[in-house]
């Protein structure tokens, strides 16, 4: 039984520099490193170093980037498969960072943009206990991944990112709803900054799905489910770069409840997933292996 992530990849090309220009300017960068990135695909990464069996439903540009991305997804054990190639580019995000850590950020979708939902059939997701979503491709696609999910038996799951809104119809679909503070608030027009009002928020959410979760950075996470809610808190950890560590939670998430561990279990590991993430630089880089996530729920009680 595998999770399917239906969701976007890109190649991340950053180049640093002094100060971001103004418009109009050109500026000398330092040379550029490219990061094999795209939520979707942070995702499948971060759940198949977690230990789970994972298959990626993605467009990919049949260029350079797209086969580099590819063979990345590869060697990560992930099933490449049902990767459908496509005449246009492969999705590139162009970051630029100044000195103080500040980037600005620039993404062409390119053949994220092509995934529509009748390019989804039932075959791809044969034998799916758990199917992930998120935000960065198109709208008809993320509704025909989450009805074909359920038609195979599947667990939903959903990270509404970035914010898009979502009809009482569209989260009824879904088995689980994950969302930062950010997504949350714009989803339940209610502002969560704490622990509580981020329940309050999280259970407006559950009136139209099943579970709803919200991430909290290092204050941890909040779920509220059929059996209750309930509050994980963070882990401590020296931070490095944050970048890509709400992908380690849903990674993390969506194994351990396709392991069948309870909720709240899933969000412990997911918190220590995501706070390991944040100890070192990167994205795909960054993302724990399931040892050093066990290791430190082992060490922290």
Same mark, same amino acid.
């Given at each position: 039984?595998?999770?399917?992530?239906?969701?976007?990849?890109?190649?991340?090309?950053?180049?640093?520099?002094?100060?971001?220009?103004?418009?109009?300017?050109?500026?000398?960068?330092?040379?550029?490193?490219?990061?094999?990135?795209?939520?979707?695909?942070?995702?499948?990464?971060?759940?198949?170093?977690?230990?789970?069996?994972?298959?990626?439903?993605?467009?990919?540009?049949?260029?350079?980037?797209?086969?580099?991305?590819?063979?990345?997804?590869?060697?990560?054990?992930?099933?490449?498969?049902?990767?459908?190639?496509?005449?246009?580019?492969?999705?590139?995000?162009?970051?630029?960072?100044?000195?103080?850590?500040?980037?600005?950020?620039?993404?062409?979708?390119?053949?994220?943009?092509?995934?529509?939902?009748?390019?989804?059939?039932?075959?791809?997701?044969?034998?799916?206990?758990?199917?992930?979503?998120?935000?960065?491709?198109?709208?008809?696609?993320?509704?025909? =991944?989450?009805? $074909? #999910?359920?038609? /195979? +038996? &599947? @667990?939903?799951?959903?990270? !509404?990112?970035?914010?898009?809104? %979502?009809?009482?119809?569209?989260?009824?679909?879904?088995?689980?709803?994950?969302?930062?503070?950010?997504?949350?608030?714009?989803?339940?027009?209610?502002?969560?900054?704490?622990?509580?009002?981020?329940?309050?928020?999280?259970?407006?959410?559950?009136?139209?799905?099943?579970?709803?979760?919200?991430?909290?950075?290092?204050?941890?996470?909040?779920?509220?489910?059929?059996?209750?809610?309930?509050?994980?808190?963070?882990?401590?950890?020296?931070?490095?770069?944050?970048?890509?560590?709400?992908?380690?939670?849903?990674?993390?998430?969506?194994?351990?409840?396709?392991?069948?561990?309870?909720?709240?279990? =899933?969000?412990? $590991? #997911?918190?220590? /997933? +995501? &706070? @390991?993430?944040?100890?070192? !630089?990167?994205?795909?880089?960054? %993302?724990?292996?399931?040892?050093?996530?066990?290791?430190?729920?082992?060490?922290?009680?």
């Amino acid at each position: 039984m595998s999770i399917i992530v239906v969701g976007s990849l890109n190649m991340d090309l950053v180049v640093r520099v002094p100060r971001h220009p103004v418009p109009g300017e050109t500026l000398l960068g330092s040379d550029y490193d490219s990061h094999h990135g795209g939520k979707g695909a942070n995702q499948a990464v971060a759940a198949a170093r977690m230990g789970g069996k994972v298959r990626m439903v993605v467009r990919i540009g049949q260029d350079s980037f797209g086969e580099r991305l590819r063979q990345g997804l590869r060697r990560e054990g992930i099933n490449v498969n049902a990767t459908l190639p496509t005449q246009a580019p492969t999705g590139v995000a162009f970051i630029a960072v100044n000195q103080e850590g500040q980037n600005t950020i620039i993404v062409s979708p390119g053949a994220n943009r092509r995934l529509r939902g009748d390019n989804l059939s039932l075959a791809e997701f044969e034998g799916a206990k758990v199917v992930l979503m998120q935000l960065e491709i198109p709208m008809d696609a993320v509704i025909k =991944a989450a009805e $074909l #999910g359920r038609e /195979a +038996g &599947a @667990l939903v799951i959903l990270n !509404a990112a970035p914010a898009t809104p %979502l009809s009482p119809k569209k989260l009824s679909l879904l088995d689980v709803l994950v969302v930062n503070e950010s997504e949350a608030e714009a989803l339940s027009g209610h502002k969560p900054d704490s622990v509580e009002t981020a329940l309050e928020a999280a259970k407006i959410l559950q009136q139209h799905t099943s579970t709803v979760i919200v991430t909290l950075g290092y204050q941890g996470a909040v779920w509220v489910g059929p059996s209750g809610s309930g509050h994980q808190p963070g882990f401590e950890v020296d931070t490095v770069d944050a970048t890509a560590a709400g992908d380690a939670f849903i990674g993390a998430l969506a194994v351990a409840l396709h392991e069948e561990q309870t909720l709240a279990q =899933a969000v412990r $590991l #997911g918190c220590a /997933a +995501g &706070a @390991l993430a944040t100890t070192k !630089a990167g994205a795909q880089p960054s %993302l724990p292996q399931r040892e050093e996530t066990e290791a430190l729920l082992q060490a922290r009680g």
